[in-house]
């Protein structure tokens, strides 16, 4: 007899290779995100704005006055900043006190602010009237409160309105933007 071999089994296909499997999850990956990056802004619009690039429509198919307002508003944000230019209000600024526990001191170093040199010549050429304003704003202070963060910081802005409303009123057109203290001495 013959001996009977059974059938030998078809050769077993292979399945993809762990390799194609794993660049086809890339793949499948990176649609993805690509899809995302488009899909979020759009709708991010869509719920802003109801698809109308974040500014609802009157009746006539215009915008409203104050929406209009508030996109040149941030067009100008988008504007970049002058360079910012620094002046000293020098020599510093001493005053004293009188306290409990005997005369007290206070010796303050300014600096001004602008983005324009017109603002700074202003600020210099009206020095003495903003020294003027910042002394009388100094001693109207108590020493403790100028010893606090929260003093100092209230200190800052009123002085910086001071030196604002003598440049306002001597004609210049634009503010100082920030008054910096570059040195405060406390006894």
């Not at 109308?52 to 006539?60: K, L, S």
């Not at 067009?75 to 001493?94: G, K, Q, R, S």
Request: glycine fraction near 8%.
């Amino acid at each position: 007899m013959e001996d009977e071999k059974a059938p030998a089994a078809p050769p077993a296909t292979k399945g993809p290779s762990q390799m194609k499997l794993v660049i086809a999850g890339a793949l499948a990956l990176f649609v993805a995100l690509v899809a995302a990056q488009v899909a979020v802004p759009l709708i991010n619009g869509f719920i802003a704005g109801a698809g109308h690039g974040g500014v609802a429509a009157d009746e006539d198919g215009e915008a409203p006055a104050e929406e209009e307002e508030a996109i040149e508003e941030d067009a100008e944000d988008d504007v970049p900043l002058e360079p910012a230019l620094y002046t000293a209000l020098d020599p510093p600024f001493v005053v004293s006190y009188d306290s409990d526990g005997g005369p007290r001191y206070l010796q303050l170093t300014l600096q001004a602010m602008a983005r324009n040199q017109k603002t700074i010549d202003a600020v210099k050429q009206h020095a003495p009237a903003i020294r003027n304003s910042v002394l009388f704003k100094l001693s109207g202070y108590e020493i403790d409160v100028l010893g606090t963060q929260a003093g100092k910081e209230q200190l800052r802005k009123d002085l910086l309105a001071a030196a604002n409303d003598i440049l306002a009123k001597n004609g210049a057109k634009q503010p100082i933007e920030e008054l910096y203290f570059t040195s405060i001495v406390i006894q």
